[in-house]
């Protein structure tokens, strides 16, 4: 028997909720690797005049549509597969292909049962997410931790389920940067959890589950959130210089 919240939360769960038509988008780049820099301290990553205008989001912006349903119940009964659809998850598999070292520890933010990682490389892979379920059901994961990361104030992930500081190689996030109410705070929490010189390559589409997706996330076209996921990048310790764009689809 389906209980009221679960089938409340089923009745969300339809293709009208998506945006149409849909585009997939990508960043990728590397950790700045920490160098002494003249009078002492470590060197931070330099911010444009046009970066510097990024707004972050306001309190109205992490609100969402449907606030009525908890996120835990609403990813329970969406499934916990990419958000990305299967057009753009294989452009994602593509870029992973040529962007993350095999044989390499990977981290997978905001984890579901599916990682978009090459099937026929080795990796350890370590699923971060809020559905336990979701994560035991997930064929590549070697390691999971259960986080919400829109609790407030966001988990501190350095530590947490044994998670230590730069013990990662590369960080993935795919398809979640729509669904984080801060996403500053958990790019940053992923980042340090990156070797020096390690590798995150975020994704998302422009298909995107309009009741949990957050209003600032929504209100912006696709040039707007191109600049503000650079912004998070490079304010979380991404080389500037390191950054790759991958755009396919509308715009």
Not at 9 to 33: K, V
Not at 100 to 118: H, I, N, P, W
């Amino acid at each position: 028997v389906c209980s009221p919240i679960r089938a409340q939360t089923a009745s969300l769960l339809n293709p009208q909720s998506r945006y149409r038509p849909t585009g997939w988008r990508a960043f990728s780049g590397r950790r700045i690797a920490r160098r002494a820099a003249k009078g002492g301290g470590d060197q931070k990553p330099s911010k444009t005049s046009k970066e510097s205008k990024v707004e972050a989001y306001t309190e109205e912006d992490r609100r969402r549509q449907e606030e009525n349903v908890s996120d835990f119940d609403f990813w329970t009964a969406a499934g916990g597969g990419s958000e990305l659809e299967d057009t753009f998850a294989e452009l994602a598999l593509d870029l992973t292909r040529s962007r993350v070292k095999a044989g390499g520890r990977v981290l997978d933010l905001m984890a579901g049962s599916e990682t978009l990682l090459a099937p026929e490389a080795a990796y350890f892979v370590c699923g971060v997410g809020l559905v336990d379920e979701h994560l035991r059901n997930n064929p590549l994961l070697d390691q999971t931790v259960t986080v919400d990361l829109n609790d407030t104030p966001g988990p501190d992930l350095c530590g947490a389920g044994g998670l230590e500081p730069a013990s990662f190689d590369t960080l993935l996030c795919s398809g979640a940067l729509p669904y984080l109410t801060h996403p500053e705070h958990a790019i940053a929490q992923g980042v340090e959890l990156l070797t020096e010189d390690g590798v995150l390559v975020v994704s998302w589409s422009s298909s995107v589950r309009a009741e949990k997706a957050t209003a600032g996330w929504l209100r912006m076209d696709t040039a707007q959130q191109l600049d503000f996921v650079k912004h998070l990048l490079v304010s979380a310790g991404l080389s500037s210089s390191s950054l790759r764009v991958d755009v396919s689809g509308p715009t």
